[in-house]
């Protein structure tokens, strides 16, 4: 089997696909697979990290966000990148497309109705975006991440999970070291601070005050994304360069705070590591909240929302979740491993794509 996977604008959307295609080829599956991304700086950098080689498209973000000169920009880069899918589409002659969301998506769905080439799309958040609220208006099959998909009603999709990719548990100083920043491994209680694939200004501004006031001072804090090189802002506080290897940085961590995507998410659950989410409410659809929701109502961790909770109930909460370590109960959540999510959306493709014309 053939199949073009549409995937790029962050981590959250690519992360999933590369651990599909991953799976794919550990199962030793007959199967080949092609990439579009977009051409943002982030996600050739992503792709180059795992050593894929996807087919960029003439397109750096969605057409209906930013001020109008860039909508502009984007639409025309819209309109090409279709030009673009449809050559592909010609060259590769795929037996399905495989959709993972956000900009990307666009042209690849649009493409491949033209060319009456089969759909799928997975939905990762708990909230569907708008690309796939389109999907299911339109018919295409969706498989979600979670168990909902606001607002697409039962039955509209099927949940899968997240596929994600192989995590690997190491010592902490052995990961430490392989990180290879030359700095002495500050002890625990060592906290995680994830901006997202983006990174967070937002979240470094916070960490800065928080490490200074008292409920905070025993806390070693490392925040990602926030600097080029390691620099060290505080005694307690860490600033580290964005880290594809995440695993690395999960064997470190005592507890993990983060924006509330996803694939991240997944990820946390995947790894057993405890966790106060902190989402980014101004992602698009509020589709942040909506994941932090779910991820709490299943005991997977706490929520802190930025703004409107008090510096004191943060402290409380990493404290709760370090209990909870150091009890046993973060442990890793077999649902959410990879080789599930994967094989789920390997059987949904394989029907869909014998079923050709269906969608």
């Given at each position: 089997?053939?199949?073009?996977?549409?995937?790029?604008?962050?981590?959250?959307?690519?992360?999933?696909?590369?651990?599909?295609?991953?799976?794919?080829?550990?199962?030793?599956?007959?199967?080949?697979?092609?990439?579009?991304?977009?051409?943002?700086?982030?996600?050739?950098?992503?792709?180059?990290?795992?050593?894929?080689?996807?087919?960029?498209?003439?397109?750096?973000?969605?057409?209906?966000?930013?001020?109008?000169?860039?909508?502009?920009?984007?639409?025309?880069?819209?309109?090409?990148?279709?030009?673009?899918?449809?050559?592909?589409?010609r060259d590769f002659s795929p037996d399905i497309c495989l959709l993972f969301g956000g900009y990307v998506s666009v042209a690849a769905m649009a493409a491949s109705r033209l060319r009456g080439l089969p759909l799928l799309l997975h939905e990762q958040n708990a909230r569907a975006g708008r690309v796939t609220s389109l999907a299911a208006r339109i018919g295409i099959p969706v498989c979600s991440g979670w168990e909902i998909c606001e607002p697409l009603p039962a039955g509209r999709y099927l949940p899968v999970g997240i596929p994600v990719r192989r995590l690997r548990r190491l010592a902490p100083r052995e990961a430490w070291e392989r990180l290879g920043y030359g700095l002495d491994l500050p002890p625990g209680p060592r906290i995680l601070v994830l901006g997202g694939s983006m990174g967070s200004d937002p979240m470094a501004g916070l960490f800065r005050e928080l490490s200074g006031e008292e409920p905070f001072r025993d806390y070693n804090f490392f925040?990602?994304?926030?600097?080029?090189?390691?620099?060290?802002?505080?005694?307690?506080?860490?600033?580290?360069?964005?880290?594809?290897?995440?695993?690395?940085?999960?064997?470190?961590?005592?507890?993990?705070?983060?924006?509330?995507?996803?694939?991240?998410l997944a990820e946390l659950v995947a790894f057993g590591l405890p966790s106060v989410i902190i989402p980014w409410r101004a992602a698009a659809d509020d589709h942040q909240a909506s994941n932090a929701r779910v991820f709490a109502q299943k005991g997977f961790g706490t929520v802190w929302e930025y703004g409107g909770d008090t510096h004191e109930k943060l402290s409380f909460m990493i404290d709760y979740e370090l209990k909870k370590a150091r009890l046993g109960q973060a442990s890793p959540f077999p649902g959410m491993q990879t080789s599930e999510a994967s094989e789920k959306i390997w059987v949904l493709l394989q029907q869909i794509a014998e079923g050709r014309g269906r969608n």
């Open positions: 089997m053939k199949i073009l996977i549409a995937a790029g604008g962050t981590g959250g959307h690519i992360w999933p696909a590369l651990s599909f295609r991953d799976w794919i080829q550990r199962k030793g599956i007959s199967a080949e697979t092609l990439f579009l991304s977009g051409s943002r700086e982030l996600e050739e950098e992503l792709y180059a990290s795992a050593g894929v080689a996807p087919v960029v498209l003439p397109i750096a973000g969605s057409p209906l966000w930013g001020p109008p000169g860039t909508r502009i920009s984007r639409s025309i880069g819209l309109a090409r990148s279709l030009k673009v899918v449809l050559q592909v589409i925040v990602v994304g926030s600097s080029v090189d390691p620099v060290r802002v505080a005694d307690n506080l860490l600033f580290l360069p964005r880290v594809w290897e995440i695993d690395l940085l999960y064997s470190i961590a005592d507890v993990v705070i983060s924006r509330a995507g996803a694939s991240t």
